[in-house]
């Protein structure tokens, strides 16, 4: 049976000490179980060119300011994985580095589905010189891994405008909800090419992706849906406004 593909909204490097999000987490990480490593492509490590972390003991990166000395010091020890660096580099052309290691797109959530952390994990970069089309394509090439026991990740969020966010929480707004329901419904069409051409998915998409580095992730989550993979969709909450938690899993 072929490991699952699952998107992450991540929300606030916060959400790694707790909150309301962390049980859908833990429970995804039991249906799960323990999978032979993870391929992650977080927003957070944008590079010219395709990289893919390649050491064995990865970095815990913390790469954010003005938070809680706890969340500062935290930890996330998961193993990397050189063989499937290599193997990823094999697939998709990446070059295997040890510039980079686990930022809080990935630790962040994954220390609540595997908190052992016992399961290697190896990062993907967004490569700048791509379009959307291109991510999909690069994408597409990962999907052996599924076979061999590999859960392919993507931690962003389909709704992510900070400046719009309210500090102190509130009702979404209707383009967020708008966008983010969009956004469900061409994942369960599996309509790869119209997540890839999100501007035109609902009105206002633009206030729901002004950057895209938290959008590109789901694509290479999309992109692995086989015919009769399950698809469901969990953390389903648009949180302050306009920062989507939405996650989804793909077989």
Avoid: C
């Amino acid at each position: 049976m072929a490991a699952p593909a699952v998107f992450f909204g991540h929300g606030s490097p916060m959400n790694a000490l707790g909150g309301p999000y962390a049980a859908a987490w833990r429970d995804l990480g039991g249906e799960i179980g323990k999978p032979a490593g993870v391929v992650m492509v977080s927003a957070h490590w944008e590079t010219d060119g395709l990289g893919v972390t390649a050491q064995t003991r990865p970095e815990t990166i913390h790469d954010f300011g003005g938070f809680p000395a706890e969340l500062q010091a935290y930890q996330y020890t998961a193993p990397g994985s050189p063989g499937l660096a290599a193997r990823v580099a094999e697939l998709t052309g990446a070059t295997p580095t040890e510039t980079w290691g686990l930022d809080h797109g990935t630790w962040s959530v994954l220390t609540h589905v595997w908190p052992d952390a016992d399961v290697p994990v190896v990062q993907l970069s967004l490569d700048r010189r791509l379009d959307a089309a291109g991510h999909v394509e690069t994408a597409r090439r990962l999907n052996a891994l599924r076979d061999e026991g590999v859960v392919i990740g993507g931690s962003g969020d389909f709704v992510h405008n900070l400046r719009t966010w309210k500090r102190a929480g509130g009702e979404a707004y209707p383009w967020a909800t708008s966008f983010n329901e969009a956004v469900k419904a061409a994942i369960l069409r599996d309509d790869v090419d119209a997540l890839a051409n999100w501007v035109d998915l609902a009105e206002e998409a633009q206030l729901s992706v002004p950057t895209d580095e938290h959008f590109l992730p789901l694509l290479y989550v999309a992109a692995q849906r086989r015919a009769g993979d399950a698809v469901s969709f969990f953390n389903d909450v648009i949180e302050g406004g306009s920062i989507s938690m939405t996650g989804v899993r793909i077989g």
